[in-house]
C-alpha cells in the first residue's frame, strides 16, 4: 500500500485502491492526528503508531489508512489535536484525486 506525507502533492489513486497518509506525531503528549473526509469519495479504514524509537514517551508516525470509493477530487483535512481541546496545533490537507476502476 503506497504512503503519502507530503501535502504538497496531489495523492493520485484509483477506485477501490487503499492508500495511507504518515504524520509525524506522539500521542504519549495526548495531541493524536483527527481526518475529517468526505465520505463518499473515502472510507476510514484503520489507524495505528510507529514509533521511531524504543521506549515510553517516543515519538513516530501516525498512519491513517483510506480506500477510495468513487471517482473524483476530495481534501483529507488532518489535525493533529488533544480530543478534549478545539485548538488544533497543526493543520494538515492533502488533497486527492480518484481515477475510474481499470478493466
Keep these: 500500500m503506497e504512503r503519502f506525507d507530503d501535502p504538497t502533492q496531489v495523492i493520485h489513486v484509483g477506485v477501490g485502491q ?4 504518515a504524520l509525524a ?3 504519549t503528549t495526548g495531541y493524536t492526528w483527527q ?22 514517551g517516543a515519538g513516530g508516525r501516525e ?6 470509493l468513487q471517482p473524483g477530487e ?3 483535512r488532518c489535525e493533529y489535536k488533544r ?6 496545533r497543526q493543520t494538515e490537507r492533502f ?3 480518484i ?5
Design 18 to 21: 487503499s492508500f495511507a497518509l
Design 25 to 27: 506525531g506522539n500521542p
Design 35 to 56: 481526518a475529517a473526509v468526505d465520505q463518499a469519495y473515502l472510507q476510514p479504514l484503520d489507524r495505528e503508531f510507529e514509533p521511531q524509537a524504543k521506549g515510553a
Design 63 to 68: 498512519v491513517l489508512t483510506f480506500h477510495a
Design 74 to 76: 476530495t481534501t483529507i
Design 83 to 88: 480530543p478534549w481541546q478545539d485548538q488544533a
Design 95 to 97: 488533497s486527492v484525486r
Design 99 to 103: 481515477a475510474p476502476a481499470k478493466g
